[in-house]
């Protein structure tokens, strides 16, 4: 059996220099790329096309998604205005990652959502963001560390029946952190696996019926020197596998 094929959509980047005044590139990290492959998938990056048949062109090829970290949502996309403390924002990534969401709900695709991409699946599902969560009146942790990206940052508690517990074979694991939004309002779909000391979110699972495993940190910058993280990427891909 051939390997399944992980669609990743890709972030825009701005390159700014005398040599490439405004050039816009598509791109992923690297550390994506390589989990999934480790994992025995076939990574495949999704560029963000405008059309909606070229979206469904693109989702058609693969087998499972993988929505990676990136900036911020804008908040039109959960029917809010924008707020003190958004960052920048990319409509047209946004509404091209919305869209292979959907596609991926509808289809029953399993997806892994890091991030951004957690946040994005639960607005697409429904619920709504913390656009800035140092905001927050009741204060927060440090949520975007100053250490470098492999290194644990705080840890989360695991609820005991989640599939993430079952990966980990443990209630509590420590993990990386990089943003400033949240999930506020959770999708209506979606049940809350994980937490930081705080209260905020940082894992997501879909229920019965759907195939969504989102968390907050970023797994694929801890994989090479934490086992644990690479075991979640096998996980998923064995899940994807045997949904083929």
Known sequence: MSAPVIGIPTN????????????????VNQDYIRCVSLAGGVPLLLPA????????????????????GGPDLHPLTYGEQPAWGLGETFPEEDAHQLALA????????????????????????????????????EGCLQHVQKGRRHTVAH???????????????????GVNSFHHQAVKALAPGLQVTAQADDGIV?????LPGTSVLG??????????????????????????????
């Open 12 to 27: 825009s980047l701005s390159m700014e220099g005398p040599s490439s005044p405004g050039l816009q590139r598509a791109y």
């Open 202 to 206: 940082e894992a997501v699972e879909g």
């Open 102 to 137: 959907r596609l991926a709900l509808d289809a029953r695709k399993p997806i892994l959502a890091i991030c951004r991409g957690m946040q994005l699946m639960n607005v697409v599902m429904g619920g709504t963001l913390h656009q800035d969560i140092a905001r927050n009146p």
């Open 155 to 173: 840890p989360v508690t695991l609820a005991e029946d989640s599939r993430l517990a079952r990966i980990f074979r443990q209630r509590t694991v």
């Open 49 to 68: 096309v405008p059309k909606p048949q070229d979206i469904e062109s693109q989702f058609a090829r693969v087998d499972a998604l993988l929505l990676a």
């Open 215 to 244: 968390v907050q940190w970023h797994p694929e910058a801890m994989a090479e020197r934490h086992p644990e993280m690479q075991a979640l990427f096998q996980a998923w891909m064995d899940e994807a596998g045997a949904a083929r």
